[in-house]
């Protein structure tokens, strides 16, 4: 295979962004005539591999061995190592997560692989171009690797898991030798937030305020209507630095990156820092009395008017509907 995707298990099911990756592999691979091939590794390896057993790839490699039984950054970038030794793909990618983060420097640095993170696209020309986004997302950056091979992981959001194209890969389980004296770290249960196992990455529906909510009493405005629609609560960082609500909930380029089917943008102007960390929702429903507010630029819906008054009414609208 040219293209091998390493897929990421989270808490016993496919990560999201492991998918965003096949598709932006299979995008990559269809334009410059490659194959694509993914890599399932741990104890719920052959659940990975059976979800993505429908999609267009030439095969997924499947890893077996007690000493990547779970997560461990020693095991993990020694097994791909190996695989990658063994198998000699030209790009190796995966989403970019706080996993990917903790091991994947350790694979470059092994085989002496440049590594390109965090990527929101890819041009073609001779080369593959990556771009990624520098600086606090305010400027964008083309890269290539002069090199045969090379790693790169793919921003939240950089392609969409609806572009995943239909197939029938064969599965393949392949070894590894792991010794266990390599394995010098143990890695703790996966981070979690708080208690509440808020995951705005994996949400579907997110309500999301910005300065525009004006003070902390109004906040429960934004809950009562994420109850009522079945999301989750989060903002920009300006209600994070006011102390209103907590870092987790902060999305853009210092918080999370999203890719809700929904995405309620409350009392947001719309700033780059934000944007980037949103701008693959599947739809955008924004309010706020500036009707000049750039958050409009990329809204597919767009109300003016004070937030304040509207969404008391839309949250119980909804709840009438409900009952």
Same mark, same amino acid.
């Given at each position: 295979?040219?293209?091998?995707?390493v897929?990421?298990?989270?808490r016993?099911v496919?990560?999201?962004?492991?998918?965003?990756?096949?598709?932006? =592999?299979?995008?990559?691979?269809?334009?410059?005539?490659?194959s694509?091939g993914?890599l399932?590794?741990?104890?719920? =390896?052959?659940t990975?591999?059976?979800?993505?057993?429908?999609?267009?790839?030439q095969e997924?490699l499947?890893v077996?061995n007690e000493?990547?039984a779970?997560?461990?950054?020693?095991?993990?970038a020694?097994t791909?190592?190996q695989v990658?030794e063994?198998?000699s793909?030209?790009?190796?990618?995966?989403?970019h997560?706080y996993?990917?983060?903790d091991y994947?420097p350790?694979v470059s640095?092994?085989?002496?692989?440049?590594?390109?993170?965090?990527?929101?696209?890819?041009r073609?020309?001779?080369?593959?171009?990556?771009?990624k986004q520098v600086f606090?997302a305010?400027l964008?950056?083309?890269?290539?690797?002069?090199?045969?091979?090379?790693?790169?992981s793919?921003?939240?959001? =950089?392609?969409?898991?609806?572009?995943?194209?239909?197939?029938?890969p064969?599965?393949?389980?392949?070894s590894?030798?792991?010794?266990?004296?390599?394995i010098?770290?143990?890695?703790e249960?996966?981070?979690?937030?708080?208690?509440?196992?808020?995951?705005?990455?994996?949400?579907?529906?997110?309500?999301?305020v910005?300065?525009g909510i004006?003070k902390?009493?109004n906040?429960?405005i934004?809950?009562?209507?994420?109850?009522v629609i079945?999301?989750?609560?989060?903002?920009?960082r300006p209600?994070?630095?006011?102390?209103w609500l907590?870092?987790?909930?902060q999305i853009?380029?210092?918080?999370?990156?999203?890719?809700p089917k929904?995405?309620?943008?409350?009392?947001?102007?719309g700033a780059?820092?934000?944007?980037?960390?949103?701008?693959g929702?599947?739809?955008?429903?924004?309010?706020?009395?500036?009707?000049?507010?750039?958050i409009?630029?990329?809204?597919?819906?767009?109300?003016?008017g004070?937030l304040?008054?509207i969404?008391?009414?839309l949250?119980?609208?909804?709840?009438?509907e409900?009952?």
């Amino acid at each position: 295979m040219d293209i091998l995707v390493v897929l990421e298990d989270n808490r016993g099911v496919l990560h999201r962004m492991s998918r965003e990756a096949i598709a932006g =592999a299979q995008k990559l691979a269809s334009n410059m005539n490659l194959s694509v091939g993914a890599l399932a590794i741990g104890e719920n =390896a052959d659940t990975l591999a059976n979800e993505v057993a429908n999609t267009n790839m030439q095969e997924v490699l499947v890893v077996k061995n007690e000493l990547v039984a779970s997560y461990n950054a020693d095991g993990y970038a020694e097994t791909i190592n190996q695989v990658i030794e063994q198998e000699s793909p030209k790009i190796i990618t995966v989403g970019h997560t706080y996993q990917t983060r903790d091991y994947f420097p350790r694979v470059s640095a092994k085989l002496d692989i440049p590594f390109i993170p965090d990527i929101i696209g890819v041009r073609l020309g001779d080369d593959p171009v990556f771009n990624k986004q520098v600086f606090n997302a305010k400027l964008a950056a083309d890269l290539t690797a002069e090199a045969d091979q090379v790693l790169i992981s793919f921003q939240s959001a =950089a392609y969409s898991e609806d572009e995943i194209e239909s197939g029938k890969p064969l599965i393949r389980e392949i070894s590894v030798n792991l010794d266990p004296s390599l394995i010098r770290s143990e890695s703790e249960k996966p981070f979690q937030e708080e208690a509440g196992e808020i995951d705005l990455e994996s949400a579907e529906v997110i309500v999301s305020v910005g300065r525009g909510i004006e003070k902390e009493e109004n906040i429960p405005i934004a809950f009562d209507l994420a109850k009522v629609i079945g999301g989750e609560i989060a903002s920009s960082r300006p209600v994070v630095d006011s102390g209103w609500l907590p870092l987790f909930r902060q999305i853009g380029s210092s918080g999370q990156n999203v890719s809700p089917k929904l995405y309620f943008a409350l009392g947001i102007s719309g700033a780059i820092q934000h944007v980037v960390g949103m701008k693959g929702s599947k739809n955008i429903i924004a309010v706020n009395k500036d009707s000049d507010a750039p958050i409009f630029e990329i809204a597919d819906y767009a109300v003016v008017g004070d937030l304040l008054e509207i969404i008391p009414k839309l949250t119980d609208a909804l709840q009438a509907e409900k009952d």
